[in-house]
């Protein structure tokens, strides 16, 4: 019997494939000749799924892998406890710092896990509740509420899910009714319920302009763009009054013990540690890349913009120093 399509686009082995209809004309099915629109272009359509990975912030995992290539485990399982009590997440290769500064958070291990999925669910209620009521102003439906979704360099992750920013389309208001100006991601970065993760040069519409133009690329023309980006400044600022009211992950008594990209990189099979180098946003000026492992030593999450490997000699051909 043949797979059951579930999802518009999906990741078979090494590659992304999708699957698609021929689009609809109007209001009516298309014709071969009006969906061909020329020799290099079909107009398409899917009555599947669609996965979307929310750009600049990052939330507790209700799942991930533990050293397996694709089994995903939910939090909640006691594999997890195990996981993290037995120690063996020790066996990775990290640098000495990094290994002591995930001791001194992880502790016996005995709560990890279960610190994880509690504050993952209690993020995931704060999203629906989000969309639910966007939903009610509306008046729409689950089935016909648009989403609109704003795109950056990159525009399908590993997974195959969008990498955007997510926003209430303004066509399922009624005028004088309008859309929140500040998308999801936004949102949940201003309650607490997720954590800013900046990955250059995915940070639009954080960032503006085009980053990989070599003036862009300089110390000085970096910061400049960074003094100009005012969404960025925002949402980082929204990040840090979040944490100083102890709201969300940020809760004093509740605080979640490791970052979503923490649990990622140490639960990961094969896992060497974190492998994206980092820019501290809080010393405007500097012309410093530090290595994966010290972006701990940026207190601040905020302040931490990370930058995928394959980009870091882009910057270094343009007077940065990996430090």
């Known amino acids: 019997m043949a797979k059951k399509r579930t999802k518009a686009i999906e990741v078979t082995g090494i590659f992304k494939t999708g699957h698609f209809l ?27 799924n669609f996965s979307s990975r929310f750009l600049g912030m990052d939330a507790p995992e209700i799942s991930f892998t533990i050293r397996t290539k694709d089994t995903f485990v939910a939090l909640s399982n006691p594999q997890w406890k195990t996981f993290f ?51 009610a102003v509306t008046g729409k439906t689950e089935s016909d509420f648009l989403f609109f979704l704003a795109f950056s360099y990159e525009v399908l992750d590993q ?25 999801y991601n936004e949102r949940m970065l201003a309650t607490g319920w997720a954590v800013p993760y ?4 995915n940070i639009q519409p954080f960032l503006r302009g085009q980053p990989f133009e070599a003036p862009n690329l300089t110390p000085v023309g970096f910061w400049k763009t960074m003094n ?23 809760a004093p008594n509740d605080r979640l013990i490791l970052l979503p ?9 094969n896992s060497k540690g974190p492998d994206r180098y980092v820019i501290d946003l809080g010393k405007s000026g500097g012309n410093k890349i530090l290595k994966p492992e010290k972006y701990f030593t940026i ?3 905020e302040d931490r913009l990370f930058i995928p490997k394959e980009f870091v000699p882009l910057f270094v051909q343009n007077g940065w120093q990996v430090a």
């Open 22 to 48: 021929f689009g609809n004309y109007g209001a009516n099915q298309g014709t071969v000749a009006q969906e061909v629109h020329d020799g290099d272009t079909v107009g398409l359509r899917t009555p599947l």
């Open 85 to 135: 009590t037995s120690g063996t997440w020790k066996n990775m290769p990290l640098a000495p710092a990094l290994k002591h500064h995930l001791i001194g958070r992880i502790g016996n291990g005995d709560n990890v896990a279960a610190n994880h999925d509690k504050l993952s669910k209690k993020s995931q209620k704060q999203l629906e509740r989000m969309i639910s009521d966007d939903l």
């Open 159 to 183: 997974y195959a899910r969008m990498l955007c920013y997510l926003n209430a389309d303004r066509v399922n208001y009624t005028p004088p009714a309008t859309p929140n100006k500040l998308s």
């Open 198 to 201: 900046f990955i250059f040069p």
């Open 228 to 250: 100009q980006a005012n969404k960025l400044k925002a949402a980082r600022k929204a990040v840090a009054d979040a944490r100083a009211a102890g709201l969300g992950v940020f």
């Open 261 to 269: 990209y923490e649990l990622r990189f140490i639960a990961r099979l």
């Open 299 to 301: 207190a601040n999450l």
